[in-house]
T-cell receptor, first 114, second 115 residues
Framework: GQQVMQIPQYQHVQEGEDFTTYCNSSTTLSNIQWYKQRPGGHPVFLIQ?????EVKKQKRLTFQFGEAKKNSSLHITATQTTDVGTYFC??????????????FGQGTILTVHP | DSGVTQTPKHLITATGQRVTLRCSPRSGDLSVYWYQQSLDQGLQFLIQ???????AKGNILERFSAQQFPDLHSELNLSSLELGDSALYFC??????????????FGPGTRLTVL
């Protein structure tokens, strides 16, 4: 079945350092979504990328969708302690009409040391 | 606040017991998803309902079942509980329409502890 893989699993950074997490799908995706889960919280939608090669920015966060639409990345510039949490990518299930089901990556747990 | 509600917030029970987790989706959302999240684990998709009908199934154990009612709220039933079922259970909802998937809105989760 479809697999969505994320690396790294864990990332520890000093406040002010940059951070990147990578997401790879075993199949071509029609779109990809990113979610953030704060410690003790629930996943919260960040963004959706649809077009091949698309780049979107949200303040210090930059999201990229690969040209082949099989990979994506999230880059955070100058991390802050508020960036702590787990970042998940998610892609729609392979094949057929969209039914809404997403396959989530395992997530990258980001720790920011002040 | 995502607009998705889940009850109860915490549940402590014993092995072999049966529990029911409840979820109310955002107003207007027809699709409900259930996920299991164990410690340091990702979101394991269990099952999806759309407008009362089962739409997709993930790695859901036979001891687990779910349903979505006419008012669109959903319940996840877990029976013959084992220690390994201890986890955070999330419900999410989305509109689901058109070509692209819509974002999913997650509830606060139910933390299940099986002793």
């Amino acid at each position: 079945g479809q697999q969505v893989m994320q690396i790294p699993q864990y990332q520890h950074v000093q406040e002010g350092e940059d951070f990147t997490t990578y997401c790879n799908s075993s199949t071509t995706l029609s779109n990809i979504q990113w979610y953030k889960q704060r410690p003790g919280g629930h996943p919260v939608f960040l963004i959706q990328l649809v077009k091949s090669g698309e780049v979107k920015k949200q303040k210090r966060l930059t999201f990229q969708f690969g040209e082949a639409k099989k990979n994506s990345s999230l880059h955070i510039t100058a991390t802050q302690t508020t960036d702590v949490g787990t970042y998940f990518c998610a892609g729609p299930s392979a094949g057929g009409t969209s039914y809404g089901k997403l396959t989530f990556g395992q997530g990258t747990i980001l720790t920011v040391h002040p | 606040d995502s607009g998705v509600t889940q009850t109860p917030k915490h549940l402590i029970t014993a092995t072999g017991q049966r529990v029911t987790l409840r979820c109310s989706p955002r107003s207007g959302d027809l699709s409900v998803y259930w996920y299991q999240q164990s410690l340091d684990q990702g979101l394991q998709f269990l099952i999806q309902y759309y407008n009362g009908e089962e739409r997709a199934k993930g790695n859901i154990l036979e001891r687990f079942s779910a349903q979505q009612f006419p008012d669109l709220h959903s319940e996840l039933n877990l029976s013959s509980l084992e220690l390994g079922d201890s986890a955070l259970y999330f419900c999410a909802s989305s509109v689901v329409g058109g070509v692209l998937e819509n974002e999913q809105f997650f509830g606060p989760g139910t933390r299940l502890t099986v002793l």
